[in-house]
């Protein structure tokens, strides 16, 4: 599913939904929560959303998000929310986990659900039972409960029904009578009545309040959600004289909720298939070089075989460089399929220079077929690193070729080439130095993005994957436009393993 797809269908529940990175900024806000806060989505985006929650519900808010991303499961908080014409009103706020590949938490999704009405009328029944004690119990029966814009109960210290109001009669369509056996009738939905059952039971036996869900059947037949909430009355000696029941429909944030746990589905897909897209296109753009060397050989070997002048020992060597772009294929494989799953990196101490030197063999025959003037400057007594040989060679690989593509049209100077390596402190340095286009400003922060590229035939993933590979190594990578003259320079440097031997005098 498109992301365009997922922001309508966001835009299209009927409640305020959200999307948020760990660390709390607002990274999508749909259309319904900018219209009732009065935001743009350019003003809520970040952390501006905070502007709207009432100034002294924010220290919970942000209490509560330090507990989501300790439990990293769903929660729920109350604060108040600001409305477009400034008045602040109770919201209900819902947040779940959206994991990456990796099982790591990538964001949050939410919903605001307003809760004002509801819980105006249980403050409401609260304030009236506690400003009229002069009445009967009788009275505050069909007085308090029978004016309340809410669905009341309330039931005898043996949680058996005594009283319900109006508005709960005209929406099951039953009597009171009936409703006391709502265990039996099919009042509560029979998939959610064995719950409801023995949360009621658990809070009548110990005298403690309830809070749950169930869905209520309506006068039509139709089962519709509530929230139930009940509290017990106490007398002066703290014995249970009744309990009172606050019923509130929650049809719509049932489904809202199940609307957005469908886009959290669709966004965990999306974010799956994106994973698989960049794997496949890396495998493609780092096996392409070997099998390029493969063809090459191939074709080479199948003419000194066809040859009149007969050699065997160069159609052997040929075979055998075969042999090792095919290794060489197979390992890169492998290495990718390590990096993407996450797996240990298979070290080895690699002396950097002789992996350089390897990787220009490689690519001798490209070097010479776009008039590359190469030149290096190896520092000798370079101390060895340790890491992966195949994957340090990949990422001096895609160096070379971007170097060599980047003067592809390059005719009014030297396409000059340059290799370098040196110590830097603790590290060991390794740049690659062109005198081709040189790097765009608009270019300079975005080259080692995935799926970023300025050529237009590339997939952009080369470099992406060479930040991942020089970072698995405790390094660091990064790239320049040089000072001097055309062209641009590519450089990673990771730790040593040892003290220098010797100076660095050039070995080139």
Not at 451 to 473: A, D, N, P, W
Request: proline share 4%; hydrophobic share 40%; with cysteine.
């Amino acid at each position: 599913m498109e992301i365009g797809l997922i922001t309508s269908l966001a835009d299209a529940l009927p409640g305020l939904v959200w999307v948020a990175l760990p660390d709390g900024r607002a990274e999508f806000l749909n259309r319904r929560w900018c219209d009732y806060t009065g935001l743009s989505p350019q003003e809520a985006s970040g952390m501006g959303w905070q502007s709207a929650v009432h100034p002294d519900d924010r220290l919970s808010w942000l209490e509560y998000w330090d507990g989501l991303l300790a439990s990293r499961n769903p929660g729920e908080v109350e604060a108040r929310l600001r409305r477009h014409d400034g008045q602040y009103r109770r919201f209900l706020f819902s947040a779940a986990p959206i994991a990456n590949a990796s099982g790591e938490i990538a964001r949050w999704c939410g919903i605001n659900t307003e809760i004002e009405e509801k819980l105006a009328a249980q403050e409401e029944l609260y304030a009236r039972i506690r400003s009229d004690e002069t009445l009967r119990e009788s009275d505050i029966r069909t007085r308090a409960i029978d004016g309340i814009p809410g669905f009341i109960g309330i039931l005898a210290p043996d949680g058996s029904v005594e009283a319900v109001n109006r508005r709960i009669k005209e929406y099951t369509g039953q009597s009171l009578e009936e409703l006391k056996n709502w265990g039996t009738n099919g009042t509560i939905h029979e998939v959610d009545l064995p719950h409801t059952a023995e949360v009621f039971g658990q809070s009548i036996a110990l005298g403690i309040p309830h809070a749950m869900e169930f869905r209520l059947r309506r006068h039509d037949g139709e089962y519709r959600w509530f929230d139930d909430r009940g509290v017990p009355m106490r007398d002066d000696n703290g014995n249970i004289v009744c309990w009172y029941v606050l019923l509130t429909e929650i049809e719509i944030r049932k489904r809202n909720e199940a609307e957005l746990s469908r886009a959290r589905a669709e966004l965990a897909h999306v974010a799956r298939v994106s994973t698989i897209n960049m794997l496949t296109a890396a495998i493609a753009h780092e096996v392409n070089q070997p099998l390029t060397g493969i063809v090459t050989n191939a074709n080479t070997c199948l003419r000194m075989l066809a040859s009149d002048r007969l050699d065997l020992d160069g159609a052997r060597a040929t075979a055998q460089r075969t042999l090792r772009d095919a290794d060489r294929a197979s390992a890169v494989v492998q290495r990718l399929r390590a990096m993407f799953t996450h797996k240990e990196l298979t070290t080895e101490t690699v002396a950097l220079n002789e992996a350089a030197r390897e990787v220009l063999a490689l690519s001798a025959s490209e070097l010479q077929r776009g008039r590359v003037v190469l030149q290096t400057d190896f520092a000798s007594g370079l101390p060895p690193v340790v890491g992966d040989r195949v994957q340090l060679q990949q990422v001096i690989m895609n160096f070379v070729v971007n170097a060599a593509d980047a003067m592809r049209d390059v005719d009014d100077r030297p396409r000059s080439l340059s290799i370098a390596t040196t110590l830097d402190g603790p590290e060991v340095l390794l740049s690659v130095r062109d005198a081709g286009i040189g790097i765009a400003p608009e270019s300079a922060g975005k080259l080692f993005e995935a799926f970023y590229s300025t050529k237009g035939h590339g997939m952009g993933v080369g470099l992406s994957v060479s930040r991942s590979i020089i970072q698995s190594h405790g390094g660091r990578i990064w790239a320049v436009a040089n000072d001097d003259c055309p062209g641009s320079t590519f450089s990673f440097a990771i730790p040593c393993c040892s003290p220098p031997a010797a100076s660095q005098a050039s070995e080139g």
